[in-house]
């Protein structure tokens, strides 16, 4: 790093070091730290991406940055992974690839395990300044049910996670958000099921349009976020998608801002 470079980076671990930013917070961004601080925008990427490798910053999402959460455990040291010493296709379309693998865990005899692969996908949380979330209320005949589900899809290939949540939004609601916040990506079966889930938060939704996609589109509707743990309960909340966004959003209401205009 050059001077400037140096510079840069001592003023921003020094506001990471005297918690000028809460665990959890998000950082400013890349346009608002390169006007503030006069640093081009890759001199400022080789700060973070320091930062980052130092563990006083975490990605979220495309050049969004957040402060990682406070936490009291440490992760064990010492322990092996399961070694995989083959796999093969069972059954492979463009929705669903079903393989065996041949896996050893630590200190117990090989054996073959079903892995299930499935496609990227994303799902979005659209909040408005009403405290509302934008929901669909759909029958899903594999479960022979209905529930309030939040709008999500496939990731295509070579799609960044952001576009698609935008996209499948537009797509089956007719609500365009202003932003998308990536909050955080997991697996809903990581047992056997390999299929990443891309979380986001949407805000500052306006209406362009009717939903295209009718096949996934069924009732919309601002949901408040008061009836969240009452349709919780009432097991009218479908897709671990929705879930994982809902509970993140009740979770931290009132902490960060989770709400804006539309």
């Known amino acids: 790093m050059g001077p400037k470079t140096t510079k840069v980076y001592e003023t921003l671990h020094a506001r990471l070091a005297a918690g000028e930013y ?3 917070d998000k950082f400013p961004s890349e346009r608002t730290l390169v006007e503030e601080l006069g640093i081009g925008r890759t001199a400022l990427r080789q700060v973070l991406s320091r930062l980052v ?4 910053l975490e990605v979220r999402g495309r050049s969004s940055y957040r402060v990682p959460g406070a936490v009291s455990v440490t992760a064990p ?37 079903h892995v299930v692969k499935l496609h990227h996908v994303a799902v979005t949380a659209v909040l408005d300044d009403q405290e509302r979330v934008l929901m669909m209320w759909r029958y899903r005949f594999v479960p022979q049910q209905w529930g309030w589900e939040l709008p999500g899809g496939i990731v295509d290939e070579g799609e960044e996670p952001a576009d698609t ?17 990536h909050i955080v990506t997991y697996q809903p079966m990581v047992g056997m099921v390999d ?6 938060v949407g805000r500052g939704a306006e209406r362009v349009g009717s939903p295209t996609d009718l096949e996934e589109a069924g009732h919309i509707e601002w949901v408040p976020l008061a009836d ?19 509970l993140h959003i009740l979770a931290n209401r009132g902490k960060q801002g989770v709400t804006a205009s539309h």
Not at 53 to 56: K, L, Q
Not at 92 to 107: C, F, I, M, S, Y
Not at 228 to 246: D, Q, W
């Open 228 to 246: 969240i743990p009452g349709l919780m309960a009432r097991g009218e909340l479908m897709g671990s998608g929705t879930l994982v966004a809902l």
């Open 22 to 24: 809460a665990p959890g």
């Open 195 to 200: 299929s990443p889930h891309e979380i986001f």
């Open 53 to 56: 490798a130092e563990g006083a």
């Open 77 to 113: 040291e010492g322990l092996e992974p399961w070694r995989i010493h083959g796999e093969r296709d069972l059954y492979d379309n463009r929705w669903v690839k079903l393989q065996l693998w041949d896996v050893e865990p630590p200190g117990v005899e090989r054996f073959e395990h």
């Open 165 to 181: 949540a935008l996209r499948e939004v537009v797509e089956e609601t007719g609500w365009r958000p202003k932003s998308v916040e």
